[in-house]
């Protein structure tokens, strides 16, 4: 199994380009914080690359901007080339499977105004966005969600 999800804020503006296909897609960073601290007590973080095509893509390139925090599920994948001098280059990126905005929209902010808000931070993806449209998927058979919540007792796991 191949899955990952990250928590984290894009370090920079989206910039979404198209293959001769016509095809979506954007690379970018997200900063995801570590648990522990370094020796002056700040936050250590990692910088994981992704890479999104078509309607994720598209999605980013509208409602997301540097700062942004968001939701990313997808899976790993490592390639190689050989650079202009002849070295060897390895790389590790997510492919975004599925993204979630978590930074809410601000009710006040003009159309394009970058609408980060950073003083009340409540997560809710794409709820609080007019402007976003959520994809007509057809269903499928999946099974259900699991509920937001729920109880576990020490006696329910298994070590």
């Given at each position: 199994m191949n899955k990952t999800i990250l928590t984290g804020r894009i370090?920079?503006?989206p910039e979404v380009r198209?293959?001769?296909?016509?095809?979506?897609?954007?690379?970018?960073?997200?900063?995801?914080d570590r648990m522990q601290k370094d020796a002056s007590g700040q936050r250590m973080a990692d910088f994981i690359n992704c890479v999104a095509f078509g309607q994720q893509a598209d999605f980013?390139?509208?409602?997301?901007?540097?700062?942004?925090?968001?939701?990313?599920?997808?899976?790993?994948?490592?390639?190689?080339?050989?650079?202009?001098d002849g070295q060897m280059r390895?790389?590790?990126?997510?492919?975004?499977?599925?993204?979630?905005?978590?930074?809410?929209?601000?009710?006040?902010?003009?159309?394009?105004?970058?609408?980060?808000?950073?003083a009340n931070p409540t997560y809710g993806a794409n709820q609080n966005n007019a402007n976003y449209q959520a994809p007509n998927r057809q269903p499928q058979n999946e099974t259900p969600a699991m509920p937001e919540s729920f109880e576990v007792a020490d006696d329910d796991l298994p070590f």
């Open positions: 370090t920079r503006d198209y293959t001769a296909n016509g095809l979506a897609n954007v690379r970018f960073s997200v900063a995801v980013i390139g509208r409602y997301v901007k540097k700062g942004n925090m968001l939701a990313v599920e997808g899976r790993l994948q490592t390639g190689n080339y050989q650079g202009q390895y790389t590790t990126d997510v492919i975004v499977e599925r993204v979630e905005n978590l930074t809410p929209r601000d009710p006040n902010a003009q159309p394009g105004q970058n609408t980060t808000n950073y």
